[in-house]
């Protein structure tokens, strides 16, 4: 088959879709699939001969919501799970900066924060319980990072299927007791109508005082307002954001006022 990629075309992927037997064409009017690398503005008026559409992102929210995935066009496809290992491996080390207080040292650019550092730091060895809610791909690919810091690992799904390598696995409607144990919440959920700003003020208040907050999901999972309030407050000790509502935060922003990464 013929394809094309926009809005510029990746070497590697151009390389390694050809080894299958594709022809790379540029112009959009002889390809037969599209594989698209951009975001709304630059997603083009489709013609007639593109049967299918590879994305290249796994969230594709933005292009949906522009309108112009219309249900009498192609097919599409997005890249779910194409990034389960690298994003594990980010949020790892996120939360890891969060416990350690990279923030902190790399703002004050000097030893001047040396006590507050020293109060504040914490550590994932040594039997903290880490709870990852929409344990999907990416939960199954951390799961072996966290197990040498000797963590107790729960995992929280819509169904309740056990994950392999977790400690205890719950349906999300009976993980009510997991948000008041777990020291730590890598939040890996896809973003609906029913998980939108799920972690507000009401769940916060029900998580342990000082526990931890990653996100690598959606940034509309979380209520940034409600995040701050508790991370002013000390009810939360921390918050690691991969991705953020709105996107990117604006300048002035609370967060940056707050243990916010």
Sequence with gaps: MKFTMLPEPWDHTVTEVEAEGHQFV???????????????????????????????????????????????????????????????ESSLALLLAVLHQHKTVTLAKSFDCRDEVLETTDWLHGGKTVALIGA???????????????????????????????????????AAEVFAEADIFVVLLPLTGQTHHFFDAELFSRMKPGAVIINAGRGGLINTDDLVVALKSGQLGGAGLDVTDPEPLPDGHPSGRCRMW
């Design 136 to 174: 999907g791909g990416i939960a199954k690919e951390m799961i072996p990072m966290l197990r040498p810091f000797n963590t107790k690992i729960i995992a929280v799904n819509n169904s309740g299927r056990t994950i392999e390598g977790a400690d205890e696995t719950y349906p999300m409607d009976q």
């Design 26 to 88: 540029r112009d959009l009017d002889q390809a037969e699939f599209l594989i698209f690398t951009g975001g709304p503005d630059d997603y083009p008026e489709l013609p007639e001969n593109i049967r299918w559409v590879q994305f290249t992102f796994a969230g594709i929210d933005a292009i949906r919501a522009s309108g112009k995935l219309l249900p009498d066009g192609p097919r599409y496809s997005n890249a779910s799970g194409t990034y389960g290992k690298p994003v594990a």
